[in-house]
């Protein structure tokens, strides 16, 4: 297995058993050896420490990673148990996760276009005081931005389709359905996934 397994993803839960985060195995295991976390098992829900997780056996055609003198399984759920309070999800404010929960479509002609077709449009312009967040910054196609520049709703006669908002925690796990693993079904509810990724 190449050195690729390490950005492989890891889902975290918290010490009572619900998913926090998406981590890589190079976290994942680093958590484990620094006594933070504790791997569990996928088939009888066993709790492993670095070293009784080495001692496993990798199976064929299971991945791993090499290490100089070993091979370790790649661990696909581990369980912090030093975490005293429950951290709530938070989606990362960023490009792509606007064109997630806008699906790609213009927030105010209601249109779904190509990624490239779309850019961000600041609801209350930066020039009137508006900031870069979830609740101010919303998908428009060019032509609708263009039309509203920089200029606020009523200024410009228009409307917007929903109130921008924050995403709901469960976004946060929102990944490729190529790097979803089936150890995280009973954690992770069938809803997360049938969130809509945009390319």
Same mark, same amino acid.
Request: hydrophobic share 40%; net charge positive.
């Given at each position: 297995?190449?050195?690729?397994?390490?950005?492989?993803?890891?889902?975290?839960?918290?010490?009572?058993?619900?998913?926090?985060?998406?981590?890589?195995?190079?976290?994942?295991?680093?958590?484990?050896?620094?006594?933070?976390?504790?791997?569990?098992?996928?088939?009888?829900?066993?709790?492993?420490?670095?070293?009784?997780?080495?001692?496993?056996?990798?199976?064929?055609?299971?991945?791993?990673?090499?290490?100089?003198?070993?091979?370790?399984?790649?661990?696909?759920?581990? /369980?912090?148990?030093?975490?005293?309070?429950?951290?709530?999800?938070?989606? /990362?404010?960023?490009?792509?996760?606007?064109?997630?929960?806008?699906?790609?479509?213009?927030?105010?002609?209601?249109?779904?276009?190509?990624?490239?077709?779309?850019?961000?449009?600041?609801?209350?312009?930066?020039?009137?005081?508006?900031?870069?967040?979830?609740?101010?910054?919303?998908?428009?196609?060019?032509?609708?931005?263009?039309?509203?520049?920089?200029?606020?709703?009523?200024?410009?006669?228009?409307?917007?389709?929903?109130?921008?908002?924050?995403?709901?925690?469960?976004?946060?796990?929102?990944?490729?359905?190529?790097?979803?693993?089936?150890?995280?079904?009973?954690?992770?509810?069938?809803?997360?996934?049938?969130?809509?990724?945009?390319?």
């Amino acid at each position: 297995m190449s050195a690729s397994a390490l950005t492989e993803p890891t889902l975290v839960l918290n010490k009572n058993w619900l998913p926090i985060r998406v981590c890589t195995v190079r976290r994942a295991l680093t958590l484990v050896f620094k006594d933070l976390a504790r791997i569990l098992g996928p088939d009888n829900y066993g709790l492993h420490d670095f070293t009784s997780w080495q001692d496993l056996k990798v199976g064929q055609g299971e991945p791993y990673v090499q290490a100089v003198s070993f091979r370790i399984r790649i661990p696909e759920v581990i /369980v912090l148990h030093r975490c005293e309070r429950f951290l709530k999800p938070r989606v /990362v404010f960023s490009r792509r996760n606007l064109f997630r929960r806008d699906k790609n479509t213009c927030q105010y002609c209601g249109r779904r276009f190509p990624t490239e077709d779309l850019s961000i449009d600041h609801v209350t312009p930066r020039s009137l005081g508006g900031h870069s967040s979830w609740a101010n910054c919303v998908v428009a196609c060019l032509a609708c931005n263009a039309r509203k520049g920089n200029r606020s709703l009523d200024a410009a006669h228009m409307t917007i389709l929903r109130a921008p908002r924050e995403p709901p925690p469960q976004m946060a796990f929102t990944i490729h359905l190529g790097s979803r693993k089936a150890s995280w079904d009973q954690f992770v509810s069938e809803a997360y996934w049938n969130v809509e990724l945009a390319d």
